[in-house]
């Protein structure tokens, strides 16, 4: 069975800094690998998808990338705002979704 | 932009009773999904469904868990028989393809609360 972990659970930085969350999977037979945010109380809101043939996907200032040989996945948030505080979920994709445990960002201005 | 709605956002039971959960995909979805979060836990699948089937479903989805499209724009949960565990946010999704090729578009949740 297909097991999704991140890490760190939590993290908290200062306005402007730039910072990596990690994803990893134990079944790289996936199709694709999602990030999707959080917010306390609301649905998942879907940020990037990364197909298995893929690498990386780009979003504004949000950049994804996968590499399935080692099942790991990293989303990379540029210049980070207040505003990006949420709750980040991984999700690895065969016939089912699995995901990760999350990691609660907190962005202090 | 459209949306997956639900209703009701809360939902408090007794232990035994039946709920059901409605959702509103958006409307050129063909394919339809429900998952739950255990407070402090990881979301779960419980089911997909395509084409009036269900199409996958985890473990969790056993016989006291049902799913519906009773019209052109509903998608239902019952559980039939709540337990205790049962407690959750359950969470409907949507999507034009399936999982495979598409993201999802998840609605913003009905908290379930057993007694």
């Known amino acids: 069975k297909q097991e999704v972990t991140q890490i760190p659970a939590a993290l908290s930085v200062p306005e402007g800094e730039n910072l990596v969350l990690n994803c990893s999977f134990t079944?790289?037979?996936?199709?694709?690998l999602q990030w999707f945010r959080q917010d306390p109380g609301k649905g998942l809101t879907s940020l990037l998808l990364i197909q298995s043939s893929q690498r990386e996907q780009t979003s504004g200032r949000l950049n994804a990338s996968l590499d399935k040989s080692s099942g790991r996945s990293t989303l990379y948030i540029a210049a980070s705002q207040p505003g990006d505080s949420a709750t980040y979920l991984c999700a690895a994709t065969g016939n089912q979704f699995y995901f990760g445990t999350g990691t609660s960002l907190t962005v202090i201005p | 932009e459209p949306e997956v709605t639900q209703t009701p956002s809360h939902q408090v039971t007794q232990m035994g009773q039946e709920v059901i959960l409605r959702c509103v995909p958006i409307s050129n979805h063909l394919y339809f999904y429900w998952y739950r979060q255990i407070l402090g836990q990881k979301v779960e699948f419980l089911v997909s469904?395509?084409?009036?089937?269900?199409?996958?479903k985890s473990e969790i989805f056993d016989d006291q868990f049902s799913v519906e499209r009773p019209d052109g724009s509903n998608f239902t949960l019952k559980i039939r028989s709540t337990k205790l565990e049962d407690s959750a946010m359950y969470f409907c999704?949507?999507?034009?393809?399936?999982?495979?090729?598409?993201?999802?578009?998840f609605g913003p949740g009905t908290r379930l609360l057993v007694l």
């Open positions: 079944d790289s037979a996936i199709y694709n």
């Open positions: 999704a949507s999507s034009t393809e399936d999982t495979a090729q598409e993201t999802q578009y």
């Open positions: 469904f395509y084409n009036n089937e269900i199409s996958e």
